[in-house]
């Protein structure tokens, strides 16, 4: 069964500093990895997708399939960052269609 | 682009008692998903739709919940009766969906507390 695993509940940093939101998952199949992101009194957003090798807001990702990770990395880290950050797994049923599985979630304080 | 819209934003109801979700995804959104979120958790699928067919209910309560989408646009979920540990935010998100993949956009949610 797919699986993702955030191990960190909180991330607490102080502005400029590095971040690095970790991410692993189990999956049998070729996974498609996301991270999604929810501000505060907003609605869940997409904030980057593996496939699409991008840097959103400074952030970025890399899958790792030897480790089965997908760790959500920023340089600097600024005070708006602060959210909540989902890891999801995109898997593929027998239809053909895909669907998501989140992983619990890591809120991210960002202190000035 | 008004987004997925969802109503009631928030709903107190008793136990026992029922409660409907409403949700209107983004006009020309084949895919539909209900998902729901407990406090502390990811969002977890409850239902896709693809057009009018459920194409993955395995996640639904099917003793308690229900759920539809007529002509393949609006959708309802319903809990009938409720129990207090069906206290959630409930989640509407809507796709285009083909099978190179697809973007999944939300709601701002449906905060049920049951007492």
């Known amino acids: 069964a797919q699986r993702v695993t955030q191990p960190e509940k909180l991330l607490s940093v102080f502005k400029g500093a590095p971040v690095e939101l970790k991410c692993n998952y189990s999956y049998s199949g070729s996974p498609e990895l996301f991270w999604y992101v929810q501000y505060s009194r907003q609605r869940l957003q997409l904030l980057l997708r593996h496939i699409s090798r991008e840097s959103i807001k400074g952030f970025t990702a890399d899958l790792n399939k030897g480790e089965t990770s997908f760790h959500l990395k920023k340089p600097f880290a600024q005070e708006e960052d602060s959210a909540m950050y989902y890891c999801?797994?995109?898997?593929?049923?027998?239809?053909?269609?895909?669907?998501?599985?989140f992983g619990k979630g890591t809120m991210l304080l960002v202190s000035p | 682009e008004a987004g997925v819209v969802q109503s009631p934003r928030y709903k107190i109801i008793e136990k026992k008692q029922p409660v409907a979700f409403w949700c209107n995804p983004i006009s020309g959104h084949n895919t539909l998903y209900w998902y729901r979120q407990n406090l502390g958790q990811g969002p977890e699928l409850l239902i896709r739709y693809e057009n009018e067919e459920a194409v993955d209910d395995s996640q639904l309560p099917k003793d308690r919940f229900s759920a539809e989408r007529l002509k393949g646009v609006d959708s309802t979920l319903k809990i009938q009766p409720a129990e207090l540990g069906d206290s959630a935010v409930y989640l509407c998100?809507?796709?285009?969906?083909?099978?190179?993949?697809?973007?999944?956009?939300f709601g701002e949610g449906s905060w049920l507390t049951v007492v």
């Open positions: 998100a809507s796709s285009f969906s083909d099978f190179s993949g697809n973007t999944i956009y």
């Open positions: 999801a797994l995109s898997r593929y049923l027998n239809s053909g269609y895909s669907t998501l599985t």
